[in-house]
């Protein structure tokens, strides 16, 4: 790789711990301790990205991608929201739910969002930490698809390269910008690349 | 009451829904939708409650109180970490945990924080979206007991004051800023006092 890498590869890898089962830990700064700094400049950069692309709304999933898309609301100047497990009580009738099978839980938990957040034609801005699977994001589009709402970009802090889910979402079509693409880690080594 | 609502008790009149239960939406602001313009009020206001105070870290619980206490790092300047949930895969072998009992979602929650993230002798500021029975402070306050650390302030956005959190906290001395404390509040006609 001849080229510099940006801020977010840098601290992955002087912090990220490669773990057994594809696992890569990054609480030191993404998703536990949360490096608002850090936040900022991904934020930035998405805007950069997405110059252009028409932006009404942001959508995240809780928890670990509530952060960042905060700060990605600051940067754009457009209204967040994030979708809810749905095991709480206090649950609007009127929701739009999806299921989602947590890569990291190894579980399948119902999401939901409620029907007044979402509207018909709106642009909506997906913003996660990590993709892997794709699981969360093809939840996330699916409550955007009941809506009527339209997905103009997805921005992705963490993405594992070496499984389906980048693919799977750019061959839907949607513009991914993901900040880190993971291309190869060893959990022995501790090694990691980037595409 | 004479004096005049401040802006997070004005949004809640307007936009809070009072259910069967004594559960209150206000997911139009803080915890589906997030306005972050009135984050930065409640993070200013909270600077101001807890000027002089030592704060050396700001500490929250999935999900709700991440969005907050993100805004609130911003204008502390002090880094931000969250307890996450420990059903997760990835969890640290060197972990604090507590067991939440979650009014909303009526179950026991495990929840976790890295022991890199709480240090013996740090000053923490604890934030949540809400304070009802006390359950997740009581949480993050086991946790912080467990790693030698000392909490110099809470603050939370809405206190449920009709419920034995609030005295609860207040009366095992530590420093309670509720931004607003509802007294009452009544499914049938939908009112809301504060006190």
Same mark, same amino acid.
């Given at each position: 790789?001849?080229?510099?890498?940006?801020?977010?590869?840098?601290?992955?890898?002087?912090? +990220?711990? !490669?773990?057994?089962?594809?696992?890569?830990?990054?609480?030191?700064?993404?998703?536990?301790?949360?490096?608002?700094?850090?936040?900022?400049?991904?934020?930035?950069e998405w805007k950069h990205r997405f110059e252009g692309y028409p932006i009404d709304?942001? !959508?995240?999933?809780?928890?670990?991608?509530?952060?960042?898309?905060?700060? *990605?609301?600051?940067?754009l +100047?457009v209204? *967040?929201?994030?979708?809810?497990?749905?095991?709480?009580?206090?649950?609007?009738?009127? *929701?739009? &739910?999806?299921?989602?099978?947590?890569? &990291?839980?190894?579980?399948?938990? &119902?999401?939901?969002?409620?029907?007044?957040?979402?509207?018909?034609?709106?642009n909506?801005l997906?913003?996660?930490?990590?993709?892997?699977?794709?699981?969360?994001?093809?939840?996330?589009?699916?409550?955007?698809?009941?809506?009527?709402?339209k997905?103009t970009g997805?921005g992705?802090?963490?993405?594992? +390269?070496?499984?389906?889910?980048?693919?799977?979402?750019?061959?839907?079509?949607?513009p991914?910008e993901?900040?880190?693409? *993971?291309?190869?880690?060893?959990?022995?080594?501790?090694?990691?690349?980037?595409?």
């Amino acid at each position: 790789m001849n080229r510099e890498l940006n801020i977010l590869e840098q601290r992955i890898l002087k912090e +990220g711990i !490669v773990k057994e089962g594809n696992l890569l830990s990054v609480d030191t700064f993404l998703n536990q301790q949360m490096d608002i700094e850090l936040f900022d400049w991904m934020a930035e950069e998405w805007k950069h990205r997405f110059e252009g692309y028409p932006i009404d709304k942001i !959508v995240t999933i809780e928890a670990s991608g509530i952060g960042i898309a905060c700060i *990605v609301s600051i940067h754009l +100047g457009v209204p *967040v929201i994030f979708a809810k497990r749905a095991d709480h009580l206090n649950l609007d009738d009127e *929701v739009y &739910t999806a299921d989602v099978q947590s890569y &990291t839980h190894k579980r399948m938990t &119902t999401v939901m969002i409620s029907k007044r957040f979402l509207n018909e034609g709106e642009n909506l801005l997906l913003i996660d930490d990590f993709l892997a699977h794709g699981n969360a994001l093809k939840g996330l589009i699916s409550m955007a698809d009941q809506a009527g709402a339209k997905i103009t970009g997805i921005g992705i802090a963490v993405e594992k +390269g070496f499984q389906e889910g980048g693919q799977l979402i750019r061959d839907m079509g949607y513009p991914l910008e993901s900040l880190a693409i *993971v291309e190869s880690m060893d959990p022995a080594s501790g090694k990691i690349t980037f595409r």
